[in-house]
């Protein structure tokens, strides 16, 4: 199978309009092209009345202003009213791809049909209509197969339904004229004809290279379906794979990040990530990169919410919840931390809660890909120990102060920021700018989440957060497993069974569907992670 080039990953990655028609995202598309041609339409459909109107009034005669051109103008107005309704009701919302049909094969038919009216109500009245109407109809056909993503058999098909009342109009002014010129209506035949075809060929030509660009989605054995975030240094999207059908979610470093030291580290980021087997863990498939230098990696499709996003959408997390989050997530760090792995960028939207086998409220680690590997030296040269590396609102004071002291005590200050972001639904420190959020971090010991969130909370729960939350690394629980410990010791704190999980999720299913599908193609900014050289600071400060 060939690799695609950077241009046909950026086509088919979201830099372009071209997109797999049959997604969710070719849906979107397809809505917005329709609301593009109603635009077009209306646009173009008004200025032609308007002009038509001031050459009456500066010209014809008063024999022109007869009942026909009226009624023709009437008829006019009103497909003006539909122009608008599509250009508008396409404009928002998401209408089904049902509905979509229907407006699409309504646009030529309808505009035909009211252009062609005035000939079978008033056959013979408006001399030179019938070239009029010929001009409507290759430009609607023509306009629709152009803007509109379509199969040429669909095109041919809804071309001939908007060719008959045409066909039928001028049948009916010729013979309402008497004319008995065969040469005069085959000619106008002849010109459907062509319009219809020439419309056909033309979604043929730009549907085909649509489904060429679909085909250029492939990397290896899997195809790219639609994006589903992008990040500082990557994007992500849904895929399949040819053969197993599984869902797959594909990693890929933007092409404008591929440094050597950005291609680097993300290749690192799946070395280390592969290494690890925690059910709590995001586990990687396959890898591979292409000719042209564009890295990727397959890794399980994880179809829920991350926790940044449960805390801004639904608020702050029942502590039974929390409890069993935190402790799916220590497990993770502990198989981390026991292979010399220091995950370094631990943060809500780095942890993602799906359902998995049928088990609900399932936490999944992602993003190693600032990884410290405590025993090799490789990550040297990547995270250099005067670089500052995370992202500041979960900053433990010594990757602040010290980075070459970081160790797994480091992701629990993280996790403790975590647990207390769910509990409180804030973070644990905050400022107007990042000095100050540091600072915070190095020097001011941080108010209970009790006190932040308004009401009493388990005591035993918080004190298990604020030990994590402790300046000194040394003064921390030792280990992630010890964590995990207190965690589970924790008195007043509600069990959040699975039949609790499972409730919540019933009840909210689709506004997740919902939240992820305004995901798609979006910019991942919340909680930007952080990299910069601490010698670089001193500069700036001295």
Partial sequence: MAVPSVDAIRRASGWSSAVDLDTEEGRAFFQERLSFLGKVAFVLSIATLILGQLALALGASVAARSAAIRGAVAIQAAIDVFYLAMWLGCRRGRLPRSVLGLVDAAFPILSTTAAALPLLLWPGAIPGLEWA???????????????????????LVIGLLASAPVVAGMWIAEAARGSAAQAVVVHRLAWVILAAATATVT???????????????????????????????????RARHAMLRRPTAIKLLRPDKAGAQSLARFEREV??????????TVSIFDYGRTPDGVFYYAMEYLDGIDLETLVRVFGPQDPGRVVHILRQVAGSLAEAHALGLVHRDVKPANIILCQRGGVPDVAKVVDFGLAKDLEGASAAALTRATDI?????????????????????????ALGAVGYYLLAGAHVFEGGTLVEVCSHHLRTPPVAPSERLGRPLPLDLESVILSCLEKEAARRPPTADAVSTHLAMCVGVDEWGESRAREWWEEHREQIRGL?????????VSGQTLSMELSARAAGRD
């Fill in 133 to 155: 109407v010929l001009l409507v109809l290759t430009h609607t056909q023509i306009g629709r197969a152009v803007f509109v993503p379509s199969p040429p058999l669909r095109t």
């Fill in 389 to 413: 590396t995370g992202t500041p609102m979960y900053l433990a004071p010594e990757a602040i102060s010290d980075p070459d002291t970081v160790d797994g005590r480091s992701d629990l200050y």
């Fill in 516 to 524: 992820a599908r305004g995901r798609a193609g979006s910019t991942l």
């Fill in 271 to 280: 070395q280390l990530t592969a290494q690890l087997s925690h059910p709590n």
């Fill in 203 to 237: 979604s043929s030509v730009i549907y085909g290279l649509r489904r060429q660009v679909t085909e250029a989605r492939h990397l290896g054995q899997y195809t790219l379906v639609e994006k589903l975030g992008e990040g500082g240094m990557g994007v992500v999207y």
